[in-house]
């Protein structure tokens, strides 16, 4: 017996919805005040440590809020929580490209060999599902920002991290993170990093950030304290090019041969899977 579940899901599960929050949330898509509650006990002044910790939190926030361009590989992994209560591991490769202010492509990959491409061309938005041979289009206009509040709001597709990818990012940090922690110097992968341990009203968050004068994210771990199980979203961040070589190709879709075209949040028949993914979420935000 098949399940059915929104079209193109595989651009993320409803655990990764809350990721969109965890670092720093979409401003036109939460509705949460992001001022500090009135009714919280004032913080401790910070350590020169934390003092530290923010300032290279917020110099990564800057770096990607103010580049014109960049390309980035992402290997990630989020857990699902079983009725049980065990923990089953998913995981999902994505390649995404941005050139600012209207230009976006995210090539994604599902540990269930689902592949999904969306691209924003400054005029329209088209998702592609090469699997189940169908596609999505529609009229968009305006910047990435924009854009990715609408993938999300309004068209109900799944976006682990996007803030990452917005030039919104620096402010969002400063509203929304409530402490920064300077955990160690280390090294992933042979790039040296600053490890940092944060906190927002509703995710824990650890980020390294590259050393010296680019300080990209290198990897990412979300913990969504006030969820059942407190499940984990994970992500390494690889191949960060910030000069990307870009053609009008880039930011074309080729339809598939027999593809069907469909129309948003269309739902599409799907094989059942015995570890449950989690559920889908439209429009909620964590």
Same mark, same amino acid.
């Given at each position: 017996?098949? #399940?059915k579940r929104p ?7 409803a ?10 949330g ?5 509705? @949460?005040?992001?001022?500090a509650?009135p009714n919280?006990t ?10 530290? =910790?923010?300032?290279?939190?917020m ?6 809020g103010?580049?014109? =361009?960049?390309?980035v590989n992402?290997r ?5 929580v079983?009725p049980s ?8 490769l ?10 976006l492509?995210v ?6 060999g ?8 400054g005029?329209?938005?088209t ?6 041979k169908?596609?999505? #289009?529609?009229? @968009? ?10 993938f999300?709001?309004d068209?109900?597709?799944?976006f682990?991290?996007a803030?990452?990818?917005t030039t ?10 409530r @402490? ?8 992933i992968?042979?790039?040296? #990093? ?6 927002t009203d ?11 004068n680019?300080?990209?994210p ?13 499940? @984990? ?9 910030? =000069?990307?070589k870009?053609t009008d190709d880039?930011? #074309? ?6 593809a069907?075209?469909i129309?948003?949040a269309?739902e599409?028949?799907?094989m059942?899977?015995?570890?449950r ?8 935000t964590?």
């Open positions: 017996m098949s #399940t079209m193109l899901r595989g651009l993320s599960s655990c990764l919805v809350c990721a969109l929050c965890a670092m720093g979409l401003p036109a898509y939460s509705q @949460q005040n992001s001022t509650n919280r004032a913080a401790a002044k910070p350590s020169a440590s934390q003092e530290e =910790a923010r300032a290279i939190l110099k990564m926030a800057e770096f990607l103010n580049a014109t =361009a960049f390309s992402l990630s992994g989020y857990d699902a079983q209560g065990q923990k089953i591991e998913f995981g999902e994505r390649t995404i490209t941005v050139s600012r202010p209207d230009r492509r090539e994604s990959e599902r540990s269930d689902t592949r999904t491409l969306a691209v924003f061309n005029k329209d938005i998702v592609v599902d090469s699997v189940n169908v596609y999505a #289009t529609e009229p @968009q206009t305006g910047d990435v920002d924009a854009t990715l509040v609408h999300v709001r068209l109900h597709l799944r682990p991290l803030m990452l990818l919104r990012l620096p402010t969002e940090f400063e509203d929304r993170v @402490q920064v922690d300077y955990v160690e110097k280390t090294n992968e042979g790039v040296p #990093t600053h490890h940092l341990a944060a906190r509703t995710v824990d968050f650890q980020v390294w950030v590259a050393d010296g680019k300080p990209y290198v990897r990412v771990v979300l913990t969504y304290k006030d969820a059942p199980g407190q499940p @984990q979203f994970w992500t390494q961040l690889s191949n960060w090019d910030f =000069a990307p870009l880039t930011f #074309t879709v080729k339809i598939p041969d027999g069907q075209k129309a948003f269309a599409i028949p799907t059942p899977s015995t570890a993914r989690p559920p889908s979420a439209k429009g909620a964590k």
